[in-house]
């Protein structure tokens, strides 16, 4: 008794079926008993050396200053809040955003009593950032500023208050005075050579 074979459950299993009348009609595939197709031959592989020298000359470079530079745009950011104490903290702000590459931002009370401009307000009023560094300076965090900035990849706070809520949400909290901790700070960092790199790379910043 003759039988014929066919594919069977969407091609998973060959169904085998005999053919017990005569004539049977049988449908079959027109490329049913052709050849498979010759397999394609493997691509040739040419290693592209890397040239050795490169192919511009930096003639000079230009950077924006910490009030130039957007803070939505700006890897690192300094931000200071009332704690700040006045227009003369944020010039010393502006110094440590300097030595790491970095903007100045501030909380909206800061900017409500002027010590800076509307532009580097941060918060739920102002403009939301997400740099991979965030060093809030005198920066109580209430809702309204963390909410524009709480998105950041390291966040250093800095405040006399060891209840502040910007502690809550910062991966290195620091208690004291910021009178204190900035000029301490920004001395190290001009005094070692490899000091802006290696606190740019606690937050992963490129330099």
């Known amino acids: 008794m003759p039988a014929i074979s066919r594919p069977a459950l969407g091609g998973t299993r060959t169904a085998n079926l005999a053919i017990r009348r005569s ?5 079959v595939s027109p490329d049913a008993d052709s ?9 040739e592989v040419q290693p592209l050396g890397a040239p050795q020298e490169p192919g511009f000359t930096l003639l000079s470079e230009e950077r924006l200053t910490p009030w130039e530079m957007d803070v939505t745009e700006a890897d690192v950011v300094v931000a200071g809040g009332r ?3 006045g227009p003369e903290g944020f010039e010393r702000l502006a110094e440590l955003a300097t030595l790491l590459g970095g903007s100045v931002g501030a909380s909206r009370v800061a900017v409500d009593l002027g010590w800076a401009p509307y532009a580097r307000q941060v918060g739920l009023t102002g ?3 997400s740099p991979r560094l965030y060093i809030a300076c005198g920066i109580s965090g209430a809702i309204h500023h963390t909410l524009g900035m709480r998105d ?7 405040n006399s208050d060891a209840r502040a809520p910007i502690f809550k949400i910062a991966n290195v909290s620091i208690v004291g005075d910021l009178n204190e901790i900035l000029p301490a700070l920004i001395t190290g960092l001009k005094a070692r050579s490899t000091g802006t790199a290696r606190v740019a790379a606690i937050a992963g910043v490129p330099r």
């Open 152 to 158: 950041s990849s390291f966040i250093v706070a800095i």
């Open 127 to 129: 403009k939301s950032v």
């Open 23 to 27: 004539p049977a009609l049988v449908v």
């Open 83 to 85: 704690g700040v104490g």
């Open 35 to 43: 050849a498979p197709p010759p397999a394609s031959p493997a691509p």
